[in-house]
């Protein structure tokens, strides 16, 4: 699966690229994850990307004309067209479900805005998938960006181990209910025992006990999952 990433603060992503299962993932050539500074598209001498809103108010917008340019000109590095995600809190919030959806396309064009967000006629030309990460505010896109590329390659065919596929990730349609407890080393702590079930190795035992946990844990922390 192709990622390009079109923002002002490719810097942003460096250490998130070079760090554990996603490095893996871009060493076995399964991932890439292509940084493109949307400055590179400016039109003028100064390399403006951003001007203040017609109409006034705080903030500063993305300018159309480099916006627009980088993701045509971005396009064309590949024969496969990418699907246009634009990070913004007035987007379509993500979850489980719409990383399923994004997943099941090979490439995947992520715009990161910043400041007061990009000018509409960005929106009106690309026609973008509007994706928010939640309802708050964060300084950027980048951010989110990340965590749409994180949760989508989980979803990767062998980027994950075989063992712990992200088809039964808790939200997944696999698996509306929260993840079960899970306990290691040692087996007594500050007077606290790890449950007798888990040591005893009766596999069907504890199947039942953490599909009982799994209950438990959606019935506390989210009876709104169980509704659903
Ligand atoms: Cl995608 N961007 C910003 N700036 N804030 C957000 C967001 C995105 N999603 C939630 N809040």
Redesign the pocket.
Known sequence: MRFDVLTLFPEMFSGYLTQSLLKLAIERSIVSVDLHNIRDWAQDKHHSVDDRPYGGGPGMVIMPGPAVEAVEAVQKLDVTPGRVV????Q?RP?NQRLVEELATHPRLLLM???YE?FDQRVIDILEPEE???????????E???MVVIDSVIRLVPGVLGDEDSGRYDSFSTGNRLLEFAQYTRPREYRGLQVPEVLLAGDHQKIAKWREESSLQRTRKQRPDLLNE
């Open positions: 634009m990070l913004t809190p987007g993500l990161c805005g910043r967000g994706v928010s990460i939640g309802d708050f505010i964060i300084n950027g896109g951010v989110a960006a």
